[in-house]
């Protein structure tokens, strides 16, 4: 499904690994190294997907909690035991995601059909390929809102995000989102931000400098957090984990 990155085209999902380890990065897209099995979180964040994506795809009067409910049973129920630590991990991250996705969907009245629903764009920011998926998009009284449905994200992921959805808005559609919101389901936050004609200059920066780092993988032991390694599925034929000392921090969001 996902391609080895070539350098042409880089999508949302090779800047959300890269943030969350330059080396798991390198593992998958530069290497291309194949994975024996996926990580819990994104086996749910898969099924978080397809329950967003379907109850949107309903006519508003079909939307109601027992909807959600009945999705999160359809999904959660291919979701293998074996990929968490214990069954108490299991029934805990199902708890959560339960309530936090019933709150989020519940709340999130939509008249009628999104505007976007998963749809794929691709444009070109400062000269290179850059592909975005826009979860929900809805119209709103000025333009529109984004909003995202993550696993979990830290602020570092909610601003990549929020700057990727203003550049690639401003560049695609001619036209800034009125809101972009990020909503993790694991501790149920959301991130609101609502952008200016003065943040498309500092999402170029930003995105600029991202790939700039990118192509400098020698300075990637400088970015890494080692906390990550303990629940990484490269973790056992990892090669940089030992460079990696506690001290180093991710360079780009202090
Ligand atoms: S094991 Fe650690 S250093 Fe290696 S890819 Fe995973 S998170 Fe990065």
Redesign the pocket.
């Known amino acids: 499904m996902r391609e080895k990155q070539t350098g042409k085209l880089l999508a949302d999902y090779h800047l959300e690994t890269y943030l ?5 990065f ?2 998958r897209f530069v290497a291309g190294k194949k994975l024996n099995e996926y990580s819990w979180r994104q086996v749910v964040q898969n099924s978080v997907n397809l329950i967003v994506h379907q109850y949107y795809s309903l006519p508003p009067n079909a939307r109601s909690k027992v909807t959600v409910l009945r999705l999160i049973q359809q999904y959660w129920s291919h979701i293998p035991l074996h990929l968490f630590q214990d069954k108490a991990q299991y029934y805990t991250i199902l708890a959560k995601m339960t309530d936090h996705l019933l709150q989020a969907l519940t709340k999130k009245e939509i008249d009628n059909s999104p505007l976007f629903l998963y749809e794929q764009f691709q444009t070109s920011i400062e000269e290179i390929n850059v592909s975005l998926k826009f979860e929900v998009g809805n119209w709103s009284d000025r333009s529109f809102t984004v909003t995202k449905f993550l696993v979990d994200a830290d602020d570092s992921m909610a601003k990549l995000y929020t700057y990727l959805t203003i550049l690639f808005s401003h560049t695609a559609f001619g036209m800034l989102p009125e809101k972009v919101e990020v909503i993790t389901l694991l501790d149920g936050n959301h991130f609101q931000y609502s952008p200016a004609e003065t943040d498309v200059q500092l999402a170029k920066a930003y995105f600029t400098e991202l790939k700039e780092n990118i192509r400098r993988p020698e300075e990637y032991t400088h970015i ?3 906390q ?2 303990s629940h ?4 056992v034929e ?4 030992n ?2 000392r506690d001290d180093k921090k991710p360079g780009y969001f202090h």
């Open positions: 969350q380890c330059p080396y798991k390198y593992h890494v957090s080692p990550n390694c990484c599925v490269y973790e990892c090669n940089f984990k460079e990696v």
